[in-house]
């Protein structure tokens, strides 16, 4: 498109027309959530307990497709839903601008709204769900190049936790907002390492997966979490129980 620009002094209309493309770069990156273990007092675990057996702080970001992040939300408990923390991104001060014309890609949980795209629901849309089967309709091819798009986040994601150790599944030490901080801290260092040239914790696009293998002490760890969780619910149960008869 550029070399038919300059090379023909064509417009932006008849380029558009004959690349079948949009007259401007819209898209400006995408936005998820991911969890990261948190260590947390007991009097607000509940709340810090969301999908993982164990407390998290929900991290919110935007990612652009060099795969750098342009914003950072940490601190949210666990159990709060994206779309939450998304509009708590944009109220705050300091908080996500989106300008005027662009737009991020985000999944389905956080709603359409001008300057967010989700794909289209009840359609076939993660990668691994295509395989062999050709695309069917316009919504499907839709969501296929959403998919393509938006894994860039999740390969962000997936780079800070393999570059960073202290994002693995050992609970905490540090006090909770000291724990908010180093993750900033990290998308930060991640940026800078980006800049450097060739990172060896970026997992190529074509070999990228939804679902990452993940290591026998990573597994172990999760088995030894979920066991946890459910002796403190059974124990739980069993002191409610005992406080129901003595009444």
Not at 151 to 160: C, K, P, Q
Not at 177 to 186: G, L, S
Request: charged content about 20%; hydrophobic content about 40%; overall charge positive.
């Amino acid at each position: 498109m550029f070399l038919h620009t300059i090379g023909h002094n064509l417009r932006n209309r008849v380029i558009s027309a004959n690349f079948a493309r949009s007259y401007g770069t819209d898209c400006i990156g995408a936005i998820d959530g991911t969890h990261v273990r948190a260590g947390v007092t007991k009097d607000v675990e509940p709340s810090f307990r969301g999908r993982k057996a164990f407390t998290t702080q929900n991290l919110m970001a935007a990612v652009d497709f060099d795969l750098r992040f342009t914003y950072v939300l940490a601190g949210w408990e666990g159990s709060a839903h994206d779309a939450t923390v998304l509009a708590n991104a944009l109220t705050r001060e300091r908080g996500l601008q989106v300008p005027p014309g662009k737009y991020y890609l985000v999944d389905a949980g956080y709603g359409a709204k001008p300057g967010f795209l989700p794909p289209f629901r009840g359609v076939r849309y993660h990668l691994n769900e295509w395989g062999n089967n050709p695309v069917q309709n316009d919504k499907e091819l839709f969501n296929l190049r959403h998919s393509s798009l938006r894994v860039t986040v999740e390969r962000a994601f997936g780079s800070l936790k393999r570059r960073f150790k202290i994002f693995d599944d050992a609970k905490p030490f540090f006090t909770f907002p000291v724990q908010v901080d180093i993750v900033i801290a990290c998308c930060v260092l991640h940026n800078y390492a980006l800049s450097q040239g060739i990172d060896e914790f970026i997992i190529p696009e074509v070999t990228w997966t939804t679902q990452p293998i993940r290591t026998s002490r990573q597994q172990l760890s999760d088995n030894r979490a979920l066991v946890d969780h459910r002796l403190q619910i059974a124990a739980q149960m069993w002191e409610d129980r005992q406080l129901m008869y003595a009444n």
